[in-house]
């Protein structure tokens, strides 16, 4: 009888690339400019829509943001009440054409960065490590915020956008496979993607990738960077927890802060591919 065993090859070389988000990963603390936008569309069909409907399906591209937020029971429920037919796809496609000028209206307004951005990625390019981008926004919707992030001192090697693949946006992982090819980033073991949403951790994970998501910064705080510093101690403390509960539950191996503290979990990404241990 002969002997059988199984060969597993195990990348045990440094981090190659890091894939971040945007809004509330990289600009825009709390995630602010999206919910707004997304409150005013529904609004403007005479559908009342919450803060915490309107950031639920975050990280989303956002059509499919504008479907999850309609399928939502208590907003169909009120689709219903307010035009008496259901929530439907041409509906969806409504919303977001009144959605997509308001976002665009408001997203260079909403594109400072988030503290330690600057610094964080400096030290990654002097470890020649690429910085890639994959976002839920359309490429028209970047074109305005860009250039705001360039002059701040971010410009990342590649930005994929919502629309600029033709398979299914977030969660599924074509935009990261997209910047990963375009980064010369390989295997996915070598890759770090960065975010705030529970989409972002799904990208990551569906494609390989180690994920390490922020808490403090994005839509899972939903606060502007004045508005969490005026928070006391321990109710920043309580809510980086929940904040972390959920995306640990999602999937991501690491939680920080913001992007600031990245370094030491890269760091610790490559302690663990030394020893052969993967995603």
């Known amino acids: 009888m002969s002997a059988s065993f199984v060969y597993?090859?195990?990348?045990?070389?440094?981090?190659?690339?890091?894939?971040?988000?945007w809004a509330g990963t990289m600009t825009d603390h709390g995630s602010l400019a999206p919910t707004g936008a997304f409150q005013a569309a529904f609004a403007a069909f005479g559908v009342a829509i919450t803060e915490a409907e309107a950031r639920g399906p975050m990280g989303r591209a956002k059509l499919d943001h504008v479907r999850d937020i309609g399928a939502m029971p208590a907003v169909a429920d009120r689709w219903q009440k307010a035009h008496g037919t259901p929530f439907t796809e041409q509906d969806a496609q409504e919303v977001y054409r009144d959605f997509l000028p308001r976002q665009i209206e408001v997203a260079a307004a909403h594109a400072d960065l988030v503290p330690g951005v600057v610094e964080t990625v400096a030290a990654l390019r002097a470890r020649e490590i690429g910085i890639g981008s994959t976002t839920g926004y359309t490429r028209e919707i970047m074109a305005a915020i860009l250039p705001c992030a360039a002059a701040q001192g971010y410009a990342p090697d590649v930005t994929v956008c919502a629309d600029d693949i033709t398979g299914k946006g977030r969660p599924a992982p074509g935009m990261l496979f997209q910047a990963m090819m375009t980064l010369d980033a390989w295997p996915p073991a070598a890759v770090v993607k960065i975010g705030d949403t529970v989409a972002d951790i799904e990208e990551g994970l569906n494609a390989g990738t180690w994920t390490v998501?922020?808490?403090?910064?994005?839509?899972?705080?939903?606060?502007?960077?004045?508005?969490?510093?005026?928070?006391?101690?321990?109710?920043?403390?309580?809510?980086?927890?929940?904040?972390?509960?959920?995306?640990?539950?999602?999937?991501a191996h690491f939680t920080i802060p913001g992007v600031a503290d990245l370094l030491p979990v890269i760091d610790a990404i490559e302690a663990h591919l030394s020893r052969g241990e993967q995603p």
Request: glycine content about 8%.
């Open 213 to 251: 998501a922020v808490t403090d910064t994005g839509s899972e705080m939903g606060l502007s960077l004045a508005d969490f510093e005026a928070l006391r101690p321990e109710e920043q403390a309580a809510r980086r927890l929940a904040a972390a509960d959920r995306l640990t539950r999602a999937g």
């Open 8 to 21: 597993r090859r195990s990348y045990r070389g440094p981090v190659l690339a890091c894939v971040f988000d």
